[in-house]
């Protein structure tokens, strides 16, 4: 059964620093894309982060670009969103996602087959 593991969101002041990891089982992760994805109450799901299963390349949403960092690990099965000078407009529903054989663009939702549950992100202070 394909199922993803999110964790590390939580509430964080502005300026902070948070790291999300998604832990996948019952599937490797080696030859599938990755995607982060959030979604603030009453707007669209939007794709902040996602990285290739090949060469480990990248695309950023403008917003987080500079700020945030995707990152995997395909020994431990898992992908990272590393958050850092966070802002209040960050806080929303972050979710996980794989593609099959997956490049970093388009980073949208529809492309993706596989969800975490999602994991709450709030700043404020």
């Known amino acids: 059964q394909v199922q993803f593991v999110e964790s590390g969101g939580g509430l964080v002041q502005p300026g902070g620093s948070l790291r999300l990891s998604c832990a996948a089982s019952?599937?490797?992760?080696?030859?599938?894309?990755v995607g982060w994805f959030r979604q603030a109450p009453g707007k669209e799901r939007e794709g902040v982060s996602c990285?290739?299963?090949?060469?480990?390349?990248?695309y950023y949403a403008d917003s987080v670009k500079g700020r945030f960092t995707i990152s995997r690990d395909n020994a431990k099965n898992t992908v990272y969103l590393q958050m850092n000078s966070l802002k209040p407009e960050d806080t929303a529903v972050y979710y996980c996602?794989?593609?099959?054989?997956?490049?970093?663009?388009?980073?949208?939702?529809?492309?993706?087959?596989?969800w975490g549950q999602g994991t709450q992100v709030t700043v404020s202070s």
């Open positions: 996602a794989a593609t099959f054989f997956g490049g970093p663009t388009p980073c949208s939702r529809s492309r993706y087959d596989y």
């Open positions: 019952g599937f490797t992760l080696d030859y599938y894309g």
């Open positions: 990285i290739s299963w090949s060469d480990s390349s990248t």
